[in-house]
Structures are given as C-alpha cells and as structure tokens.
C-alpha cells in the first residue's frame, strides 16, 4: 500500500479540469490509465524521467474505482485531496450549497479519533 500514491493520484487529477471528468465518467477506465501511464511520472521535473516501481495495491484500486472516498480515507488518503476532488466531481449533483461535503461529513462521520494516518 502506498498512501503516497494515493494522494498523487488524487492530486494530479484535481489539477487536471479534463481528467476530473473523465474520473467522474469512467472511474475504473481512468484509474487503470494513470496507474500504467501516470503513477511513475516524477511530478516537476522537466523531461522523461520517471521511477518503475509504484503501483496500486488491489484495495486501492478497487476504492478509486468506485469513488469510495470513505474507503479511500480509510487506507490514509489525505481527506482534503478527497474532499477537493470529489467535490470538483460532485458538488453539481446536488440542489442545495454545499450538499456534497454535507454528504461527505455524514459519510466520514463513523470515523473517531484517532484517525487513521495520513502520514506519507
């Protein structure tokens, strides 16, 4: 398990308004797309230098696959990487301000101190 990779996943696809959708279409398509094409990119560095070593573990990607960002929280995703990019995702299904991150907080509300370690 790599929280590391976790969160740069969460993190470059944030930053990207056309992989947001196309993780919001096709969850499990995109998640096998990055892990072979973007998981061992060095993030900031000019050029193609790259590392050979980082994959998803099979819980991982089971939770990416479905959008499971309790899931997700529970193996050590950083929540405000979660929380940006599912709202980025989903905030516009709903009516009323802020619906998703009320959903988010219910959904995450099991969850007790201490939390699980976010640490990378």
């Given at each position: 398990m790599s929280k590391y990779l976790l969160n740069k996943f969460l993190?470059?696809?944030?930053?990207?308004?056309e992989?947001?959708?196309?993780?919001?279409e096709d969850p499990r398509g995109t998640v096998?797309?990055?892990?072979?094409?973007?998981?061992?990119?060095?993030?900031n560095v000019h050029g193609d230098e790259?590392?050979?070593?980082?994959?998803?573990?099979?819980?991982?990607r089971k939770a990416l696959a479905a959008h499971d960002y309790p899931?997700?929280?529970?193996?050590?995703?950083?929540?405000?990487?979660?929380?940006t990019l599912f709202?980025?995702?989903?905030?516009?299904d709903y009516d009323e301000p802020l619906g998703f991150q009320l959903e988010y907080a219910q959904r995450l509300s099991h969850f007790k101190?201490?939390?699980?370690?976010?640490?990378?």
């Open positions: 993190y470059t696809v944030d930053r990207d308004p992989l947001v959708e196309r993780y919001r096998e797309w990055w892990e072979a094409e973007r998981a061992n990119a060095i993030l790259c590392s050979t070593w980082l994959k998803f573990d099979d819980a991982e899931g997700l929280f529970e193996l050590g995703a950083h929540p405000f990487l979660t929380l709202i980025a995702m989903f905030e516009r101190l201490p939390y699980p370690d976010i640490t990378t």
